[in-house]
């Protein structure tokens, strides 16, 4: 495959992905995001049942079920499948684990246990494709996570990095150019990140258009064109799936009422939470806490 510019002149969305208190995220997409966008944590995907191309900062490659790419820190990317897309979550597009040097941290990452992990992350920025056994022990390790607890994910979670820090030249092909350099607004990706930071802070309280606005330092009109523009997500949209994975801990963690939590997770109406819960989850907040629990205990 050639390398190409294939967005010339156009900038990548900056995608927020809500990963407090977590070292990394797992999760199964319904369907793929063909806009281009990038985002400061890295990547593994893999495809489960769609072909078609991906688009990894100046690469083009071919994606078919059992695709395996890792992609690095903000490095620009989108997934373009042949077949439409179902949305059917009995059949997922793509499997995702998400993390950061940051979210896993200095002190774990300087154990000598993590030596060859760490001196992998190292060179993500090129992104890679990985190919042959490598592939064959991923792809059983990711979808083992599937039905794990997340204690059990993590181990899994670290036997991908070791996997992947230990196959072969071979098996692990750069997709970057070593002079590739994503052309990214700054000053946007600050505004957004103070943006968040402050919806973080805020997350148990009422927040009104006008409040984030005034961070912003725009009118509640243009702060909602310029979010949705540089996060491909409505505000009210990723302020839901904030307080939607807040209760998630907290249902976890606590043992309060589905009620209480709903109210200490910024949610004003039962019903609306509830919704807005299994829209994302897939199941009710009642039925998340059960699964969690039998899963813990398994």
């Known amino acids: 495959m050639p390398k190409i510019e294939p967005v ?10 809500s990963q407090e208190d977590q070292l990394f995220s797992f999760k199964a997409d319904t369907d ?19 072909t078609g191309y991906h688009i990894t900062g100046d690469f083009m490659g071919d994606l078919k079920p ?7 820190s903000n490095v620009p990317h989108a997934f373009h499948p042949n077949e439409a897309p179902e949305g059917d ?12 040097i940051e979210s896993l941290g200095e002190d774990l990452l300087a154990k000598l246990e993590m030596d060859r992990i760490r001196s992998f992350l190292d060179t993500t920025g090129r992104s890679f494709e990985f190919l042959g056994e ?13 039905d794990q607890n997340p204690g059990q994910r993590f181990a899994q979670f670290i036997l991908i990095l070791d996997t ?23 000053q946007n990706v600050e505004l957004i990140d103070r943006v968040k930071n402050w919806i973080l802070h805020n997350l148990d309280q009422v927040i009104r258009l006008e409040d984030v606005a005034k961070v912003a330092r725009m009118s509640p009109k243009s702060f909602s064109r310029f979010f949705k523009k540089n996060t491909g997500k409505a505000f009210i949209q990723y302020t839901n799936e904030l307080r939607v994975g807040l209760a998630c801990r907290k249902l976890m963690q606590s043992e309060a009422s589905v009620s209480e939590i709903c109210y200490a997770s910024g949610f004003n109406n039962l019903s609306n939470f509830n919704r807005q819960f299994k829209d994302r989850k897939g199941l009710s907040p009642k039925e998340f806490r059960k699964q969690y629990q039998t899963k813990l205990v398994s």
């Open 164 to 186: 992947l820090a230990s196959a072969s030249e071979a098996d692990r092909v750069p997709l970057v150019s070593q002079i590739y350099a994503p052309s990214l607004n700054e």
């Open 134 to 146: 490598a592939r064959v022990q991923v792809e059983k390790l990711m979808l083992g996570m599937v």
């Open 66 to 72: 059992g695709t395996l790419l890792l992609n690095g």
């Open 89 to 100: 979550p009995e059949k997922p597009a793509m499997l995702v684990v998400q993390f950061s």
């Open 32 to 50: 793929m995001w063909t806009e281009w966008h990038y985002h400061p944590e890295i990547d593994i995907l893999l495809t489960l049942k769609n």
């Open 8 to 17: 010339k002149g156009r900038e990548a969305q900056r995608e927020i992905i």
